[in-house]
């Protein structure tokens, strides 16, 4: 079983829809969580930490489920700009990040 | 922009050959982590360098195989190459202070071995 495990996807939807991805991770020791997003043939860039509280940066919200071990990330009034791959990942404290295999959004005009 | 920068940003390279990957940290970081990500997957943790030492290390050979510098700019070797290790090569820097791990990466070294 991998350690963090994502639905490739693609997810296509069209512009200003609501989109949810899940995420779920195996080590009941990991300690922090983040979503990464990943443009075609690019690096990982920080989208958002996420914290047992849930917190939201602009049209994106994050949710931890430390009982259940699942992570979310939504993303409401969706944009073409939004299309990319979408890391989840985790890390427990061995400083390494651990990254699921990302999962695809398309964002249809 | 991170401020991380890597270089090259392409190579290629014939199986049994070595190579040496080259890797600059934002500025204030201490830290570097090496990652491999090999086409539809996601980075793979090689190691990460703490005050020039090795501070831990995933699941990749002794061939695989690292330096950091007062700088804290770093390196990473690869010796007798093979054709899985084609792949993106991605240098993230970061802070170690606390529980945080937030972590930045450079652009990627693109490496193809034939």
């Known amino acids: 079983r991998k350690e963090v495990e994502q639905d490739p996807g693609p997810f296509n939807v069209p512009e200003g829809a609501t989109v949810a991805f899940n995420c779920t991770y195996s080590?009941?020791?990991?300690?922090?969580f983040f979503w990464y997003r990943q443009d075609c043939r690019k690096e990982p860039k920080l989208l958002m930490s996420v914290y047992s509280s849930g917190n939201e940066d602009g049209r994106f919200t994050a949710q931890l489920n430390r009982a259940s071990q699942y992570i979310s990330l939504l993303i409401r009034d969706s944009k073409l700009s939004d299309s990319a791959t979408y890391l989840c990942v985790v890390n427990t404290g061995r400083r390494a990040l651990t990254f699921g295999s990302g999962t695809r959004l398309q964002v249809q005009p | 922009e991170t401020g991380v920068t890597q270089s090259p940003t392409h190579l290629i390279k014939t199986r049994g050959q070595q190579v040496t990957l080259r890797c600059s940290s934002q500025s204030g970081h201490n830290t570097v982590s090496w990652y491999q990500q090999a086409l539809g997957q996601g980075p793979q943790f090689i190691f990460q360098?703490?005050?020039?030492?090795?501070?831990g290390r995933g699941n990749f050979p002794p061939r695989f195989s690292g330096l950091q510098f007062p700088n804290y700019s770093s390196e990473l070797n690869v010796n007798a190459l093979e054709l899985d290790d084609s792949a993106l090569y991605l240098c993230?820097?970061?802070?170690?202070?606390?529980?945080?791990?937030?972590?930045?990466f450079g652009p990627g070294t693109r490496l193809t071995v034939l």
């Open positions: 360098y703490y005050r020039e030492e090795e501070n």
């Open positions: 080590n009941s020791a990991s300690q922090s």
């Open positions: 993230a820097s970061s802070y170690i202070a606390g529980g945080s791990n937030e972590q930045f």
